[in-house]
């Protein structure tokens, strides 16, 4: 059974940086391709980065394009969305996603983390 573990959020004012963490335990991480999602209040959740399983291939939404860096590290079976320049339309509960197939872009992805919450101040 395959875990993710979110970590990182919190409340930050606009211009300023976050970097979230999901740690995975089970499954040969090294294999997945891995996103980040995030869902603000009232709207629906929307990508946000997603990495192949080399570390090799990203791709972001044009609205983080530029600002928000997706990266992994396979010893420590953990993924980061390093976020800078921060703004308060990011405020949103953000999530890890798995495609545990490799596809990348990914195909659909299976597992999910329960989210952390990113709250941007103006």
């Known amino acids: 059974q395959v875990r993710m573990v979110e970590s990182g959020g919190g409340l930050v004012q606009a211009g300023g940086s976050l970097r979230l963490s999901c740690a995975v335990y089970?499954?040969?991480?090294?294999?997945?391709?891995m996103g980040w999602f995030r869902q603000a209040p009232r709207k629906e959740r929307e990508f946000a980065a997603a990495?192949?399983?080399?570390?090799?291939?990203?791709d972001y939404a044009d609205s983080v394009k530029g600002r928000f860096t997706i990266s992994r590290d396979n010893v420590k079976n953990t993924v980061y969305l390093q976020m800078n320049s921060l703004r308060p339309e990011d405020t949103a509960v953000y999530y890890c996603a798995a495609d545990w197939t490799g596809h990348f872009p990914p195909v659909d992805y299976d597992y999910w983390g329960q989210g952390t919450q990113v709250t941007v101040s103006s």
């Open positions: 990495i192949s399983g080399s570390g090799g291939s990203t």
């Open positions: 089970g499954g040969p991480f090294s294999s997945y391709t």
